[in-house]
């Protein structure tokens, strides 16, 4: 049973890095989705249907994903994903204190992957390769490249 005293968590409790790290996470795995199906025209209505999925978010996390745009990580295809995968890991940290604003995270971003993996001809193999991946990282199930594990 929940605290009728506690105040529901919100994101101004967050710090101004932490919400940057969460928008990198969310928009960067929304990016690796998209990425496994190549294709000009599979990846503009891949990225129509992630913003469609992000617009429908509850408030607090639409919150927690404004601001300003964010340049898309730089290197390899193996170093972007590396990148991106360590920023939803990072994310998921800084919302663990947070429990009700981290699931919220999850379930949207859970939504929005596989809007974007459906949306150019059902979900291939690589895309849902991608999302197991990430679905990894945000279950905490999954080291990430350079983690402890790796």
């Known amino acids: ?6 105040t529901p968590a919100t994101p101004s409790q967050l710090s101004d890095a932490d919400k940057d790290v969460i928008r990198r996470g969310a928009f960067g ?3 690796l989705v998209s990425k496994a ?3 000009f025209f599979a990846t503009f209505k891949e990225s129509m ?6 617009a429908k978010a509850p408030e607090q996390i639409r919150e927690l994903l404004q601001g300003g745009l964010m340049a898309p990580p730089s290197g390899s295809p193996e170093q972007v994903e590396s990148k991106i995968l360590g920023d939803l890991k990072a994310a998921m940290a800084a919302l663990a204190s947070h429990p009700e604003l981290q ?3 999850r ?7 596989n809007e974007v993996a459906g949306a150019s001809k059902g979900v291939s193999h690589d895309e849902q390769a991608e999302i ?6 945000l279950d905490g199930s ?3 490249p350079g983690s402890a594990g790796a």
Do not use: F, H, N
């Open 1 to 6: 049973m929940s605290d009728p005293t506690q």
């Open 29 to 31: 795995a929304i990016a």
């Open 37 to 39: 199906d190549p294709g």
């Open 49 to 54: 249907a992630g913003s469609k999925a992000l």
């Open 103 to 105: 699931r919220g995270y």
């Open 107 to 113: 379930e949207v971003l859970e939504s929005a992957m």
């Open 132 to 137: 197991d991946r990430i679905r990894g990282v």
């Open 142 to 144: 999954a080291d990430t």
